[in-house]
């Protein structure tokens, strides 16, 4: 039992924690309706200079020659940062616990990897002679072969995007090319099964889109340390990353925020605060550095693409007895957080459920995309969706109601999970009860009786038999169809001519309304 | 760059600045004024952080030009409450939790008050159509659509 020491903060917290049902304001909240608070730029410092960065036009490329004759004698320009300027240009986020190599310069040098990454630093007097120096600056580039795909990426003799990792996988402890999982025997239990279902899921990349985009600005202080201030999630995982890629002590850096407008994720990378300090370094002056709309939704990380392969054995009375998984993590070209994604992913499988054989393989591949990263419950998000959609389609299989499917399948206290460790505090059946109770959804009444304790929720095998007669066809292995898959596509009707038009409609002139003539003004003409 | 003189009323007050040809009324506001209410999300009119009034009616700050506000009068965010006191909304807003991260609420309090100032009694509807060209992506809509019909039956209490 956890021992809680309540006597050190006895005089600072009342110990009646009972607040469900009662609302507490948000200590922020006055500021928030004034538009008082203060986000990292509302911050306007005296000669503050602003920063922006040159970004690759290919998604992998060689870079043999910068040529920044011509953006130098720009005017307004006060420095011009390339790779070689930064002290350590070599970084991997999760460095600061040990957890993989620096694979990421801060400007790339040789080469670079996805399209967006930033080669060159321009600060200057104003964000508009910034871009006017960015714009005369020559690269000379060799384009590279691309791989934009996690299975071509782990193909033989594909491109390999990042040296760091040869083999285009993260390496976890220096060996594995991917986190495994291996319970029971999953080949005994496809044996033993009447049915198997295997199917392919796969989630596209999501842009956080926070609507403050990413930046920061640094100033120099007294005694050699800098004043930064940011819109990261990540404070103080913001300010070691920069003193490592910095090279100076983290007592040198002060930083400041905490107010974010909006991150789910997409502000713990820490892409803005060492390029805006080592220009406040250069220069000697405040300098500003801010994401535009266009960069953040282009080349800022998203949540990462996920492909997953689920391949299971299901008995007729709707126990599975074993699942297959295959999860490819598409990391784009650097680690970024995505390495920690797979472990997490891995962590999670197979599910809430009690399942005697499980087999997974969970893989961080670098493709030529824009680099992953966190995003609300990443690594676990694509993974339940997948498993979700799947546990669907196999009470579907079974001829069983998909809640009370979840119900016979789902663990209890004292089962042993894959991982070898005993489920404890389980609920999954009581939520179920619940979700089902709420929504009105009928379950019957054995599986209302059931529970997560051990004692009290009757054995699981001896699942009632099913509402309909199982689907006994035989299906072959594969991309199966089932009623929750789209249906194949009709055959095309021959064409016949369109009809004719119909005479145009008397228009009514439309009604002034304030939301929809501002946001039609955007694209059509009635802007004021 | 030539600079131009310009001349409206901030928040009820006369202002004079001189502006760059092709400034953007948010930068006037932002950096010349240094009324930092309105938020630059988008710089392209997408996101409505940066609504504000122009006599009266609702526009995007950042697709705006400075120079076509000239003689005319701007309410920010900044100006809703005069005193103490907080304005309807902005007591609504905070009654009902209508704010996560905050970034897009000056945007959200314009566009609402827009309507009140032509409609004080709006319906649901009404209220959706307002703001539809805000975008608040910490999705918190519900509360934010609350917090407006609250405020309606707040102001209505008063009169």
Partial sequence: MLELRKDIFADERDDNLKEIGKPTQRQDMLGHVTATSVYFNDHKLQGMLHLKVLRSPHSHARIRRID?????????????????????????????????????????????????????????????????????????????????????????????????????????????????????DVERGFAAADHILEQRYQMSPIEHAPTETNGSIAAPDTNGRYVVYTSTQALFFSLDTCAKILDVPSNKLHFIGGTVGGGFGGKVDTVTEPLSILGAMLTGRPVRYMIGREEEMLYCAPRGAERIFIKDGIARDGRILARQFRCLFDSGAYTRLSSYAAVKCAAHLPGPYTIPNVYAEVYCIFTNRVPATAMRGFGVTAVDFAIECQMDKLADLVGMDPMEFRLVNAYRDGDMKAHRREAKNTALIECVQVAAEKAKWRIRD???????????????????????????????????????????????????????????????????????IRFSSVFGGRRR | MAKTPLQFRHNGREVAIFVDGGMSLLSALRDEIGDHSPKFGCGQGGCGACTVLIDGEPVLSCITLAETVAGKSIETADGLKTGPELHPLQAAFMDNFAAQCGYCTPGMLMAAKALFDHNPDPSRVEVIEAISGNICRCTGYESIINAVLAAARRTERRA
Avoid: C, W
Wanted: proline share 16%.
């Fill in chain 1, 68 to 184: 920044l004759s011509e953006a130098e004698r720009s005017p307004g320009v006060r420095r011009i940062i390339r790779g070689a300027d930064v002290p350590h240009n070599l970084n991997t986020l999760l460095s600061l616990i040990n957890f993989g190599k620096d694979d990421e310069p801060t400007l790339a040098v040789d080469k670079v990897r996805y399209k967006g990454e930033p080669i060159v630093a321009v600060v200057a007097d104003s964000q508009r002679e910034a871009f006017e120096a960015l714009a005369k600056i020559r690269v000379d580039y060799e384009p590279l072969p691309t791989v934009f795909d996690v299975e071509e990426a782990l193909k033989p003799g594909a491109p390999v995007i990042n040296e760091t990792y040869p083999k285009n996988t993260f390496t976890y402890h220096d060996i594995y090319d991917h986190q495994k999982i291996r319970f029971g």
């Fill in chain 1, 446 to 516: 054995d599986f209302k009786r059931m529970s997560s304790l051990k004692e009290a929720g009757g054995q699981r095998p001896t699942a009632p038999p099913p509402v309909r007669e199982p689907i006994l066809v035989n299906r072959s292995a594969g991309q199966q169809r089932t009623v929750y898959d789209r249906p194949a596509p009709p055959p095309p009707e021959p064409i016949r001519p369109p009809p004719p038009a119909p005479p145009p409609l008397a228009q009514p002139a439309p009604a002034p309304s304030h939301g929809a």
